[in-house]
């Protein structure tokens, strides 16, 4: 090929004076020619504008003396022409059009405009949030393959599908991953999804202008899913508004998917006859990734940014970012654009000062067991000598249990060292700490509290 | 062609065609011309360097319009040196005489068949917004002196035009310090454009007192920009801009306020005695003592330190480039500055006390 686009160029340039071939044609190059459609490509603009202008016909003449079969000449912009590489998928429209009415229509791949921009359609739903992208780990399991129950029968079992867990750990991506799967599906379903504030505000409106159309449209649906649920709190009409098209949709066996940062009863004013509808379903938590899931999650993410990352910057990023996903996928983007704007691999940033000392609290904190210690006593109302103590009453025994767990997980302790804080065996700790992570399993309410916990070790 | 036109206003629409042209040393010799049309009651001057082109409207009387091209620096320092009045153009194949009083000359040019047709731009695919004229001349003056002119890396030679929460923001970054400025508070499509720095300052450049307004326009290669009688139009970058928002600290803990004028003052006099260390002077917040200083590293020259008082709530130290410094300072607004320390190896922040919408990051020097 390289070989006959040489011979395009000789014969162009027999026929254009030896400047204007230096100044327009020196980077006129091959790209590439697909079922006829061929594609060249030229520095910029003004001089694209050239090759389609005054040069077109010294052009085509030239093609077609040349061996080329071609139907379509496009032109289009790349800076690094130098070495002519399809980077970017190239738009070409499917029309044949044949040789002697050569078309001027020209396709650009740039992506400067991004017109396509998260298009999010009349159903609230954006097609990038998939199970495909989602990252199964033990934090969330539960909560995906409820999803799948869901998705293959929707209306049928986990109705309503209630998750919750704190900000930044994926209710949002799960969610509307259901959605789009549904739709996937079964694309004749009315899906819709909205955030609570959505709902509200919707209503209100209604509410003003007198519309009628609020009930139709949420009563309508076959699938709703509702984000944010907890900013219902203190919005009664709305929440009235809500149980009513709760009852109205679940009689019809119509899925309801709901994700909220707490569970209903810990929301603040909420009538309860929605709370303990909403309890119906199973409510499965999302709690915060384990390392390994952490990995999985920024190989992920990193990939679909079509980025080059290394494990190493890779557990260096999971080892420090713990609170929430957004945060990790916060500091992976960061790594990245220092790494681009630098001009260095992401790894030789691991050890940048910028990166470990800037603002997003990367560092794990660290935090002594005495000061593990007196926050576990404080979330309780307990003091500190209590948990050191011996009494067996169950609230303080739970809450030095609690503190074992923790010294295990948060400080890596080993069952003796925590022993010898606690001035207790380690086979002791050893049952404590699996009973808390017995317990875990079950008690929703042990989970919401070890999350605080948590969140307050890393955060306060 | 035979046209008459005021000396004064062919003169500085000669002088800035004349600087968008290309050299004479370089490439295709029409490239240096700028081309002159005649029409009716308007004569149009363009001129192009394959990068961008520049078109200049004058108001004439044509009595026989035409076209022709001539060398631009020569043509725009003829006219520059005439007197005050009318001028008669007229041509004779690819010859244009240039009459004005008594003075006279024939300047050999180039037919016009030969100048590069431009590029259009079809409005209904681009990007159009208006912005007032010194609006823009503050906005891109204070973004562009981040940028980069290191060719190696072309996505930094320009200034980044981009959307974010319904907003266009400029920024602009040479990997060492980040310019950041909300440019048009709404607008209704999504942008991500890089102009080449070269270009906006030739906008700024042309800008002058009796103009309102700029119009421009952007699609998915060029950006142009109309203003009075003047079109600039430019090609885009073609790089991926690095995602700078992630480089910014969003809640720097040590926010200092400072006197501008005073914090510039302060910097020039320890710069001098920066001069062997390339530059790094050491900012440093005390908060015992409730004073901002600004010192030079020892050297051969000896020492230097001086201190402001300031309200500070954290010590903290950072050593910087003294020449990013001064750039940022004397880009942000008079008055007051802000000045966010996190760390000695965490990025300084600076923003305007007045208002939020410009954002200034100096990385700081490894000491």
Known sequence: MPNEWQSVLDEIKNNVSEMAYEAYFARFNFVSNNDGILITSVPNVFIKAQIEGKYHSAIIDALNSSNYKYKEFIVIIDNNNNKPTVKRAVEISPDNTPISTFPKKVTTMASMLDKKRLSVDGNGLNPKFRLSNYVVGSNNDLAVSAAHAVIENPGMRYNPYFIYGGPGLGKTHLIQAIGNEILEHNPNMNVLYVTIEQFYHEFVEAMRKKLDGFADKYRKVDVLIIDDFQFIANKEKSQDEFFHTFNELQQHDKQIIVASDRLPAQIATIDERLASRLMMGVPIDIQMPDFETRCAILKSKAELLGADIDNKTVEFIAENVRNNIRDLEGKLNQILALAELRGVPPCELIDDSYITQSNIQTKRKTISVRQLIDKVAKYYNLSSKDLLGTSRVKNIKTARQIGMYLMKEELGLSTVEIGRELSKDHTTIMHGIKVIKNNLKTDFNLREQITDLRQKIYTS | ?367
């Open chain 2, 1 to 367: 062609m035979e046209i008459e036109v005021l000396q004064d206003r062919l003169a500085k629409a000669l002088n800035a065609v004349s600087r968008v042209a290309a050299s004479t040393k370089a490439g295709l010799p029409i490239l240096s011309n700028v081309l002159l049309r005649a029409d009716d009651n308007q004569l149009t001057l363009t001129a192009t360097n394959m990068e961008m082109a520049t078109v200049q409207y004058v108001n004439a009387k044509a009595k026989k319009n035409g076209t022709i091209t001539v060398p631009a620096k020569l043509l725009a320092e003829f006219v520059a040196n005439l007197p005050k009045d009318n001028v008669l153009i007229t041509t004779k194949d690819d010859k244009l005489t240039i009459s004005a009083g008594k003075y006279k000359s024939t300047i050999n040019g180039i037919l016009a068949d030969d100048f590069p047709e431009l590029p259009t731009i079809d409005e209904k695919e681009a990007v159009i917004f208006k912005i007032n004229v010194d609006i823009f001349k503050e906005a891109v003056n204070e973004v562009i002196i981040a940028s980069s002119n290191d060719t190696t890396r072309p996505a930094l030679t320009g200034v980044y035009f981009n959307t974010f929460e319904g907003s266009l923001y400029i920024a602009a970054t040479d990997g060492y310090r980040l310019a950041d400025k909300r440019f048009v508070e709404t607008v209704k499509s999504e942008i991500k454009a890089i102009v080449p720095t070269n270009a906006l300052q030739e906008v700024i450049r042309s800008i002058s007192d009796n103009m309102d307004e700029i119009e421009v326009l952007i699609n998915d290669s060029q950006i142009r920009f109309r203003m009075g009688e003047i079109e600039i139009t430019s090609k885009l970058i073609d790089a991926s801009f690095p995602d700078y928002r992630q480089l910014i600290p969003k809640n720097n803990s040590n926010i200092i306020e400072l006197d501008k004028a005073e914090l510039i003052r302060m910097t020039k006099v320890a710069a001098l005695f920066a001069r062997d260390n390339g530059g790094s002077i050491v900012c440093e917040a005390k908060k015992d003592e409730g004073t901002f200083s600004v010192s030079a590293v020892a050297s051969e020259l000896g020492e230097n330190t001086a201190a402001m008082e300031a309200n500070i709530n954290e010590d903290g130290k950072v050593v910087l480039n003294s020449r990013y410094l001064l750039d940022a300072l004397n880009a942000a607004v008079e008055g007051k500055i802000t000045f966010a320390l996190s760390g000695k190896l965490a990025p300084v922040v600076i923003k305007n006390v007045k208002s939020d919408d410009y954002t200034h990051i100096i990385m700081p020097l490894k000491s």
